[in-house]
């Protein structure tokens, strides 16, 4: 990228994270059209702007604003990164609509017009409302489900994992299915104007029941690089664990396969860790630090035991669980909610946290987006509220900081109107009694 004018001050820009250094291009990635764009991570001042064009060259982003000139800032594709771009946009209002072009070196507008647009993220602490969409488990078909979540007034969308199923460590077999599955439709529309955030489950990681020994997983973290815009990924070449803040929630996405078993656990050094030390002291360290009312920890595995014969889930980690929530308790962290997926079952869980958390934890599992279920995973559980095999299911997550306490609403959606339930809280119901 050349030297920035005064116009492109607060832009940067490359292609996955970093700007490359050849322009050679390979044929599989010619082959294969233009995909996107989508706007990944938003936050008050900044956004990020997804794009695959054709073929290896320099493009262009203008983000118009209502004052002043637009933002501008070009980026070159290359076939080190699959020819993915990705835009860091700086120097925003909070809570404000931009509208964005995509331009090529031949001045022809690539991506534009009315559904070309992203609004930052509310200023924290304003009261308001606020609402996500969470999902798990999709395959690359269409589906008005994607359109759904816009239509129900989604602001954002989290991605738990398997989304897509992958189930290989090749690095273009990787690169691929992520293409064709923000090729889908109505994800496509959707992502153009939502902001996007995304973690892995196991057969987007790679392969089924896979843990952090997997062969090849620096191949999946670097097409997982190349197709999602987080704000950021893990910790130097390790993990995707990252988080975001939105109005009144702050999701903490977690990384539960990089690091699984690749070690003794922070906690309790005879077990096998989950998170991982660095992803760990993350965790406590970003909890610790939040002021959002409500703070959502989510992973694409269930909370507690899928009771079959795989090993991924919390249920195998309890000793991490269990230390998470002791923390909780310590340090009087309130608001605290658990989602999970990849069961094909969504669920609702209460778990008897009273004394150990200061209130009860909920974890609310959603899956699978797409129509294939299991109910053999719908297992009895003590603390269990609501269990269904359903498909085609996304959680509708509202929090409203307009009343007095704030609330959050977790709601159960199936795609073709079938009833399931809600999870309605205050702030009050998530603090020590």
Not at 4 to 16: D, I
Not at 135 to 145: E, V
Not at 201 to 225: I, T, V
Not at 275 to 288: I, N, R, T, V, Y
Request: proline fraction near 5%.
């Amino acid at each position: 990228m050349g030297e920035m004018t005064r116009r492109e001050f607060g832009v940067t820009a490359g292609a996955g994270l970093l700007l490359p250094q050849l322009l050679t291009q390979g044929a599989s990635a010619a082959e294969s059209g233009p995909t996107g764009p989508f706007v990944g991570h938003v936050s008050e001042n900044s956004a990020k702007i997804w794009y695959r064009p054709e073929k290896a060259a320099t493009y262009l982003l203008i983000v118009s604003r209502e004052q002043g000139e637009p933002i501008r800032a070009q980026a070159i594709s290359s076939a080190n990164h699959d020819l993915c771009l990705t835009w860091g946009v700086s120097g925003l209002k909070p809570g404000t609509r931009y509208g964005y072009q995509i331009i090529d070196e031949d001045k022809q507008v690539l991506a534009g017009g009315d559904d070309c647009h992203f609004t930052t993220a509310p200023k924290a602490g304003e009261s308001g409302k606020v609402c996500l969409a969470f999902g798990s488990c999709a395959r690359t078909k269409p589906l008005k489900l994607w359109q759904q979540m816009a239509d129900e007034g989604a602001q954002g969308l989290v991605l738990l994992g398997d989304t897509p199923y992958i189930d290989s460590t090749d690095l273009q077999v990787q690169r691929d299915k992520h293409r064709a599955f923000l090729q889908v439709p109505e994800l496509a529309g959707l992502l153009r104007n939502t902001p996007t955030w995304g973690t892995w489950d196991d057969h987007d990681f790679g392969k089924n029941d896979s843990d952090g020994n997997l062969p090849g997983k620096e191949n999946a973290r670097q097409a997982f690089l190349e197709y999602r815009a987080n704000e950021n990924y893990g910790h130097g070449d390790e993990g995707i664990y990252t988080k975001f803040r939105y109005g009144a929630i702050e999701v903490f996405l977690l990384d539960t396969r990089w690091f699984a078993r690749t070690g003794p656990s922070p906690v309790a050094p005879d077990k096998p860790t989950l998170l991982g030390p660095d992803q760990w002291a993350w965790l406590q360290e970003s909890l610790k630090a939040s002021t959002a009312t409500f703070k959502i920890i989510a992973c694409g595995m269930i909370w507690d035991d899928k009771e079959n014969t795989e090993s991924d889930d919390w249920g195998t980690y309890t000793h991490e669980r269990s230390a998470l929530f002791d923390f909780l308790g310590e340090n009087n962290i309130t608001g605290a909610l658990l989602i999970g997926g990849d069961i094909h079952c969504s669920r609702l869980l209460q778990y008897k946290t009273e004394a150990q958390v200061g209130y009860a934890i909920r974890q609310c599992i959603v899956s699978p987006i797409h129509d294939s279920t299991i109910p053999s995973l719908n297992v009895a559980h003590p603390d269990l509220i609501e269990g269904a095999a359903i498909p085609h299911v996304w959680l509708r997550v509202e929090a409203d900081t307009t009343q007095t306490p704030a609330t959050l609403e977790a709601k159960w959606i199936q795609m073709d109107g079938e009833k399931m339930w809600n999870l309605s809280l205050t702030e009050e119901d998530m603090k020590k009694g």
